[in-house]
């Protein structure tokens, strides 16, 4: 549903996204289901030690027509939930 939900969001966004997205989930507890079957949808870079490297798929998702960077700061924290991200649209992009 990802590519999807993004491709939406794409289309009703005009210069601007501000997106909150966890930076990976794990496969087997958060998404219920087996690398090999995401491998059929999203390319092995973003599937490794059993995690679904969300943010980083989402960066190269956009990043044809978008500058994205990463607006929190979570640095020093053991465990990060979530980044919020500012996307902006790259002016001959649309």
Not at 21 to 41: A, V
Not at 60 to 74: C, K, L, V
């Given at each position: 549903?990802?590519?999807?939900?993004?491709?939406?969001?794409?289309?009703?966004?005009?210069?601007?996204?501000?997106?909150?997205?966890?930076?990976?989930?794990?496969?087997?507890?958060?998404?219920?289901?087996?690398?090999?079957?995401?491998?059929?949808?999203?390319?092995?870079?973003?599937?490794?030690?059993?995690?679904?490297?969300?943010?980083?798929?989402?960066f190269d998702r956009f990043r044809r027509n978008?500058?994205?960077?990463?607006?929190?700061?979570?640095?020093?924290?053991?465990?990060?939930?979530?980044?919020?991200?500012?996307?902006?649209?790259?002016?001959?992009?649309?």
């Amino acid at each position: 549903m990802l590519p999807k939900f993004l491709d939406a969001l794409e289309r009703v966004s005009g210069k601007e996204m501000i997106l909150t997205i966890r930076p990976e989930y794990r496969i087997d507890k958060h998404l219920h289901h087996d690398t090999r079957g995401l491998l059929q949808k999203y390319a092995a870079k973003y599937l490794r030690g059993g995690l679904f490297y969300t943010l980083e798929y989402v960066f190269d998702r956009f990043r044809r027509n978008w500058q994205s960077d990463i607006m929190t700061t979570n640095k020093g924290k053991e465990i990060v939930t979530k980044e919020t991200i500012l996307c902006q649209r790259k002016m001959d992009s649309r």
